[in-house]
């Protein structure tokens, strides 16, 4: 343990600060949707515009990753784990890149998309009024999309490399030996 983990008395750890707790909570909560997602595929809209556009398996096994990934990085981060930083940015690029992938298919092609959710919508019994489904697929709407969007990969990351301080070095890269 760091010198600098403990506290002046009982040589236990200072908690976490408020900031990286909510970062573990939207780690674990993002892990355990989308491990439901992976299990329950066949009820996401998501799932089924991918499927449909020939992607899937990719619809299935992203999410997969991404649980096992953000389920590690909360454990890490809340054991403070050496290895705390580098598998919650990694996480966090994962999360990234996956938001950024959905985003981009539903600007390319939002008729697929709408018709993707329409037949999930449908399929499950629920009601469909058209003009809700003029409003979420609307250009202001895909807009508000990519601004949420952002906002959901900038600040975590934001606030991980923010009070990365706070959480141990990770140990040297050594060159493998001959």
């Known amino acids: 343990?760091?010198?600098d983990d403990l506290q002046e008395k009982g040589g236990r750890r200072r908690p976490l600060s408020l900031w990286l707790r909510g970062l573990t909570l939207y780690l674990g909560w993002s892990a355990a949707r989308a491990v439901f997602v992976?299990?329950?595929s066949v009820m996401n809209p998501?799932?089924?515009?991918m499927a449909e556009a020939g992607l899937g398996p990719v619809a299935t096994i992203g999410p997969?990753?991404?649980?096992l990934l953000g389920l590690g990085a909360a454990v890490a981060l809340t054991l403070r784990h050496p290895l705390a930083f580098p598998m919650t940015l990694t996480?966090?690029?994962f999360d990234a890149s996956a938001t950024l992938f959905e985003l981009w298919r539903t600007t390319s092609d939002p008729a697929a998309v709408r018709a993707a959710y329409a037949a999930n919508r449908e399929a499950r019994g629920l009601p469909l009024p058209d003009d809700r489904l003029?409003?979420?697929?609307?250009?202001?709407?895909i807009t508000v999309m990519w601004v949420i969007g952002g906002v959901m990969v900038v600040v975590p990351t934001a606030i991980l490399l923010w009070?990365?301080?706070e959480l141990p070095e990770p140990p040297p890269i050594r060159p493998p030996s001959r």
């Open 64 to 67: 997969a990753v991404y649980g």
């Open 1 to 3: 343990m760091e010198p």
């Open 38 to 40: 992976a299990i329950l």
């Open 91 to 93: 996480t966090l690029a």
């Open 163 to 165: 009070r990365k301080h």
């Open 134 to 141: 003029d409003l979420m697929f609307s250009p202001e709407a």
């Open 46 to 49: 998501d799932v089924r515009s």
